[in-house]
């Protein structure tokens, strides 16, 4: 039996639901290079000066009656008004800026982003000064699309949520965080081509937008955004295969945060996949140098080669997270798993000796293992392993008895502990034996960075039918820390 550690890398998500835009504030937005609206009047081609005419005049005048009017019904209809205004104009004066300008509006109004992107792009074509104007126009429309994306999101309408950012990305490109949100979004559906691709998009705003215009609040979280997009495409990247692209994403991240552990050993993991193992293991060598990473650090390292199948040092590195946290469930357990695989390839290779080392080294761990998280059939396998290959038949078989007959399995654990004090709990019951509709009582203690006991939970799950999963979430309430847990269960 080969037991594999099974570790997903989160995306992280690009913005919190409900940061909803604020008034426009950029100072303007397009691309440096590429006719930024805040440059000097003068540098604009002249184009053809834009006059006033009946239709424009009556379609200003209904616009200005619809942003005026608190009445959806009667505002919707002034829109419509301008919008039939405005097309008179660009049909009897095809020349004119000023009524596709009118059409964009009109159209914004009415929630026809393709439409007034079109029109405003008309209008800019003929007058190209006209940016001045309706970059600001552009982000209005951008706002509000922005805006009703993140309400929808609030109520759970993803798709619709997705689509109101893809017409806020099409309506102004000076702002990066629709495409944010969209990456976000569409990587939650499993979309990860489309993800990249809107990662990608927010990276080129971030990366060419003229920041001598930004304010400065805005420049620094922009700087947060690029960072977390290019990891976040780095991650997608590597998940489709596209390893080369994948390392190319890592490095421009690393460049600004070089000593990021979860981007450092994400890029060794991605050069073991380029089949550049020497470049990946130096890098992995310098980051189990370090003497002051947090439990954390040493955490993502050890999984990172483990995935590489360099159990010796997955082993060092997760021996490295229980030093600093003696009551991690979680660096106990990956390390049971390592010394397995330790132990494994040694007795394949007919190095009996060592393997009989390696299989002694894995039962005090498993053990400790198994008595803090005793419905877990893994953890059970690992200890039974163990005792059989130490010549302690008696209760490997004791062990494996057990393991043959746990009612419910306890499993999906995820453990996040605050920094202020407390952690968060979730995992799932598998129902292995029990009868549709039983309730198992979990009961879990948790414990501080001392390992003094910091509080108890206890929560009621009732399982469905054989082998489907319920799931069941806890919450530590404490000022302390929270270093680790243990739990009972009874059904």
């Known amino acids: 039996m080969k037991v594999?550690?099974?570790?997903?890398?989160?995306?992280?998500?690009?913005?919190?639901?409900?940061?909803?835009?604020?008034?426009?504030?950029?100072?303007?937005?397009?691309?440096?290079?590429?006719?930024?609206?805040?440059?000097?009047?003068?540098?604009?081609?002249?184009?053809?000066?834009?006059?006033d005419n009946l239709w424009t005049r009556s379609a200003a005048l209904y616009l200005a009656r619809a942003s005026s009017n608190p009445r959806p019904e009667e505002q919707r209809s002034l829109y419509e008004q301008a919008l039939n205004a405005s097309l008179e104009s660009?049909?009897?004066?095809?020349?004119?800026?000023?009524?596709?300008?009118?059409?964009?509006?009109?159209?914004?109004?009415?929630?026809?982003?393709v439409g007034a992107d079109s029109a405003l792009d008309?209008?800019?074509?003929?007058?190209?000064?006209?940016?001045?104007?309706?970059?600001?126009?552009?982000?209005?429309?951008?706002?509000?699309?922005?805006?009703?994306?993140?309400?929808?999101l609030q109520q759970g309408s993803r798709d619709g949520a997705i689509e109101l950012f893809k017409k806020a990305a099409v309506i102004f490109q000076g702002r990066p965080e629709a495409y944010l949100n969209l990456g976000a979004s569409y990587a939650n559906v499993g979309d990860d081509s489309a993800a990249i691709e809107a990662y990608r998009q927010a990276l080129e705003i971030l990366r060419k937008v003229d920041r001598s215009q930004i304010e400065e609040n805005t420049l620094k979280q922009w700087d947060?955004?690029?960072?977390?997009?290019?990891?976040?495409?780095?991650?997608?990247?590597?998940?489709?295969?596209?390893?080369?692209?994948?390392a190319g994403a890592y490095e421009d991240y690393l460049k600004k945060d070089p000593n990021n552990v979860m981007a450092l050993t994400n890029y060794a993991v991605t050069l073991m996949s380029m089949e550049q193992r020497d470049s990946a293991m130096a890098i992995y060598g310098q980051l189990l140098a370090s003497t002051d990473l947090k439990e954390q650090d040493y955490f993502v390292i050890?999984?990172?080669?483990?995935?590489?199948?360099?159990?010796?040092?997955a082993e060092d590195a997760f021996r490295k997270?229980?030093?600093?946290?003696?009551?991690?469930?979680?660096?106990?357990?990956?390390?049971?798993?390592?010394?397995?695989?330790?132990?494994?390839?040694?007795?394949?290779?007919?190095?009996?000796?060592?393997?009989?080392?390696a299989w002694a080294d894995l039962i005090p761990v498993a053990r400790k293992v198994a008595e803090c998280d005793p419905y877990n059939?893994?953890?059970?396998?690992?200890?039974?392993?163990g005792l059989a290959r130490s010549k302690q038949e008696q209760e490997a078989v004791q062990i494996l008895e057990r393991h043959r007959d746990l009612p419910f399995e306890v499993g999906a654990l995820d453990f996040r502990p605050e920094e202020q004090g407390g952690a968060t709990l979730r995992g799932s019951v598998v129902n292995l034996g029990l009868d549709p509709g039983k309730t198992v009582s979990l009961k879990f203690t948790f414990y501080g960075t001392n390992g003094q006991d910091v509080g108890s939970k206890e929560v009621s799950v009732q399982v469905s039918t054989k082998n489907e999963s319920a799931p069941f979430d806890v919450t530590a309430e404490s000022t302390q820390m929270v270093a680790g847990y243990c739990y009972s269960a009874s059904s």
Not at 14 to 39: H, K, N
Not at 41 to 49: I, L, N, R, S
Not at 135 to 148: K, L, M, P, S, V
Not at 328 to 333: F, I
Request: hydrophobic share 40%; charged share 25%; with cysteine.
């Open 90 to 113: 660009t049909k009897n004066e095809p020349e004119n800026a000023r009524g596709w300008v009118m059409l964009g509006r009109a159209y914004l109004g009415l929630d026809n982003y």
């Open 321 to 357: 997270a229980l030093e600093v946290n003696p009551y991690s469930r979680d660096a106990r357990y990956n390390l049971a798993q390592a010394l397995y695989q330790i132990a494994s390839d040694l007795q394949e290779k007919e190095d009996t000796v060592n393997a009989r080392t």
């Open 224 to 246: 947060e955004h690029e960072q977390l997009a290019a990891f976040n495409m780095a991650q997608l990247l590597a998940r489709v295969g596209r390893h080369g692209e994948a």
């Open 377 to 385: 059939r893994n953890a059970l396998a690992l200890l039974a392993h």
């Open 302 to 313: 050890g999984v990172g080669l483990f995935r590489v199948e360099d159990y010796t040092k």
């Open 122 to 152: 008309m209008a800019e074509k003929i007058y190209p000064k006209y940016v001045l104007e309706t970059d600001d126009d552009r982000e209005r429309g951008w706002i509000e699309a922005y805006n009703g994306a993140i309400q929808l």
């Open 4 to 51: 594999r550690l099974l570790f997903a890398l989160p995306i992280a998500v690009a913005l919190a639901a409900g940061a909803c835009a604020p008034a426009a504030s950029t100072g303007g937005g397009r691309p440096a290079g590429e006719g930024g609206a805040r440059a000097a009047a003068d540098t604009f081609p002249p184009g053809k000066e834009p006059t």
